[in-house]
């Protein structure tokens, strides 16, 4: 675009979540709003500050004058972020929302006098696709309608507003006792603007909604408000018309400085989904893994060779990559990617999450139709076919495809899933269901002599290599060897000796390499220890993952160790279902997919 800008210095914990199941925006502790996609999780940003400047979209309601640092919190057990505002004339509180529509998207935001009087000003400068494209306004005393091709949001607000330059301004004044609202909302622009919510009733029907899902929770943990924040963010990434569950919210958070690890999250992978779904199962939400399920069945049609590794939120598979040049990236980092390429990997595990998942679920009550069990079947002659053939694995390496030890094991599992459960293969023949349970015991085989470094004494990354791959923790967790088996209790204490530092679980060995911590990995490594009985090991991982936590109890994909931050997209599902899943675990509450099933 020809601009240059001045990237500010922010960090990723400054940033709160709100939701409504439709997309999600992110808050700055200053009570800029910074970040927002409408309608839709992976639809284009209206507001996109968070990866450059103001200028790029942003929201702000602030006191016109300086006064302390703003004090923040999540309302006990809801999406509801309440923001505190001090100076020396008076105490006003922002309460930040997206009220649970089922049809335009909104966005609330309510003032409350706590003390004295003060002048508040919002500033809202929309900017469409991604920052690059200014709307036509047009305001009408308190409300502002503003268009550009088929994008239409309307601004209804307490006072007059006006325009100044690119922003839609208003300024007014709030004494203890007073509550004003503003409500932005999403339209067609081909429609009329929707009109205001009334602000109380929309706040109480929200409040009443995130209390009414927690308390479906009834687990006694440990750690009860580290649980259910996780849940309840979780839940805020649930695509509510179709149960399809994003990554994260954003895009191109980075993983670490000038590394070019920036990536779209914003899509469902059947990976991260699928883990989320069965821990979503332990902790008791039947209604959030169906629609997950039948999500992920729905997505996969009837080609199984044609099933991909990611998926918009709607099950459709365009997500063809590309770079917002006119973004400068979140404190400088480009670049900033739209979409995905990696949805065109080839990765065998994901066939083992997809029939991991099923089985949970048939496990839970809800087993499959008959077609579904065809599709099933399916599924698992083409795993037959490709199983042995190279992929990009888990982390998704944008090189040279390689037999990914964890890949192979997950394929397995995909295999022993369907052979053990009846209502899996019910619609297959004898001759079928023998032929999978030769495979399974074959694959078993080749895995345990290929992916096993009799060197080292430990299973490693791909088949030749001699490293570690944090991956393998998954092993026991997901029944391919009991913990016992001295080749998996020799891999986790290699992964404890090389991979951890300062009690995070790292990707690579290399202190060369700046990129974070992978905090899902925290979970899955706690996992392991309390199954190998070392319960006091096990408290001291956890609490490390707990202490990445932002104040406000979000986690991104990673934290940087050396400079205690967060790094990579945020808030981050996979993390937090780790987290989920390790406190389930110390209550022996977190299932064992393949208990009792390994060779």
Known sequence: MGESFLVPTKFIEDYGLIGDGQTAALVHRDGSIEWLCWPRFDSDA???????????????????????????????????????FELSTGRVRLIDFMPIENNASTLMRIVQGLAGKIKLRSELDLRFDYGSLRPAVEIDRQQAVAFVGPDLVVLHAPAQLSQQGSCIVSEVEVSEG??????????????????????????????????????KFSIQTRWPEAVRRSLLTLKAMIFRATGGMIAAPTTSLPEAPAENLNWDYRYCWLRDAAFSATALLDAGYLDEAKAFRDWLLRAAGGEPDKIRIMYRVDGSRRLEEWTASWLPGFRGAKPVRIGNAAAAQRQVDIYGELLDCVAAAAKAGVAPTEREADLLASVIAHVERVWNEPGQGVWEVRGEPQHYTYSKVSAWAAVDRFVRRRDLHQTADGSFLERMTGLRSRMHGEICEKGFAPGRGTFVEYYGSDGLDPSLLKLPLVGFLPVTDERVARTIAAIERELVHEGYVHRRSSSAIRQGAFLACSGWLTECQLMQGRRAEAERTFEHLLRARSDLGLLAEEFNVRDRRLAGNFPQGLSHLALVRAALRFEDKASNRGDGHGK
Do not use: Q
């Open 46 to 84: 209206c507001l996109a500050a968070l990866l450059g400047t103001d200028a790029h979209g942003c929201w702000k309601l602030e006191p016109v004058e300086a006064g302390t640092s703003p004090r923040r919190r999540y309302r006990t057990d809801t999406l509801i972020l309440e923001t505190e």
């Open 178 to 215: 007073e509550e004003i609202a503003f409500c932005l909302r999403y339209g067609s622009a081909t429609g009329a603007p929707p009109p205001p919510l009334a602000a109380a009733a929309a706040l109480r029907k929200t409040e009443e909604y995130w209390l009414n899902w927690i308390a």
